[in-house]
């Protein structure tokens, strides 16, 4: 193989691989997608009952996750189970870091039990929805950096969770609840794209969660916050 070749064949190899990479993004994606029927379920059911299916789940996963750093059966396991969907820090055995599902379900079952189910239902969808969005527009059109982030990414992220503010439920429908919730939009962008290392699964329900508790208390002190539950 000439040097021009050697040269020209390069590229293709880098491309084939952001293009291979996105695929699993994709997939990893569609997976947290399905999480969805957390606060779909949650909206409908008791408290009581969403926690006694979030909490065991939560509890079984965080010992898996934890155990195939410890134990060569479950780690030969895991990886050749999941090892293909997982990041390079979820992967580091001196951190021991935790996977992106573990991270998911520990978020749901804070959220549940935190926050009023209005506030936890919208929290979570934004996480599920709008972190996806982020990330598939942000690994196929970022080119402007915010924090640590790109431009594109968060904005995505932004209009999404607006798109989400709009059609969940609200407890009396004034137009104040729509503005905390933009407010809570915005909160949770700049979050997400923050250069910090806890994971976005943690620190965006829980930062929507709270700004939109906030709104609600400071705007709205008379409203049920517990209409639903």
Request: charged letters at 20%; one cysteine or more.
């Amino acid at each position: 193989m000439s040097t021009s070749e050697r040269v020209a064949f390069k590229p293709n190899n880098v491309a084939s691989g952001i293009e291979n990479e996105y695929r699993i993004e994709l997939i990893r994606k569609a997976i947290h997608l399905c999480s969805i029927a957390i606060p779909v379920i949650y909206f409908f059911t008791p408290r009581s009952f969403a926690l006694t299916i979030c909490v065991p789940c939560t509890l079984a996963f965080i010992a898996v996750d934890v155990a195939r750093y410890y134990n060569r059966q479950v780690e030969r396991w895991f990886y050749k189970t999941f090892g293909w969907l997982l990041r390079k820090h979820e992967t580091d055995r001196e951190k021991k870091a935790l996977n992106g599902a573990s991270y998911v379900l520990i978020a749901a079952t804070l959220t549940i039990l935190i926050f009023p189910k209005i506030i936890a239902v919208t929290a979570f969808i934004v996480l599920i929805i709008s972190d996806m969005t982020s990330a598939l527009v942000g690994r196929r059109f970022g080119k402007h950096r915010f924090l640590a982030k790109s431009l594109e990414g968060s904005a995505a992220f932004f209009v999404s969770a607006c798109v989400i503010i709009v059609l969940t439920p609200k407890i009396e429908y004034h137009v104040g609840e729509y503005i905390i919730g933009i407010i809570a939009a915005a909160i949770g962008t700049f979050v997400e794209a923050l250069p910090v290392r806890l994971d976005d699964n943690l620190t965006i329900p829980i930062s929507v969660g709270a700004s939109m508790w906030a709104g609600y208390t400071l705007i709205y002190p008379a409203f049920d916050m517990y209409k639903f539950g």
